[in-house]
């Protein structure tokens, strides 16, 4: 597993534990933590992702479209 993966899955996995830990000291509703901590999270680190390969020029434009696609 490349790098790039393993930081990312690395991140996703703080992330959770944060937005659940903040989700619920917000609300005090263990679901709708678990709610936002699963939704917001994941969505940020696709964007991880792609925002590191972007700032190391690795991506054309049309390789961002079709891994977008894809």
Do not use: Q
Not at 46 to 66: I, P, Q, S, T
């Amino acid at each position: 597993m490349s790098t790039d993966y393993l930081k990312t899955l690395s991140y996703l996995s703080i992330h959770l534990t944060i937005g659940f830990s903040v989700a619920y000291a917000l609300t005090g509703s263990a679901s709708v933590a678990g709610g936002i901590a699963l939704i917001e999270p994941c969505i940020n680190a696709v964007a991880f992702f792609f925002h590191e390969k972007a700032w190391r020029g690795e991506f054309r434009l049309g390789e961002l479209r079709r891994a977008i696609s894809a």
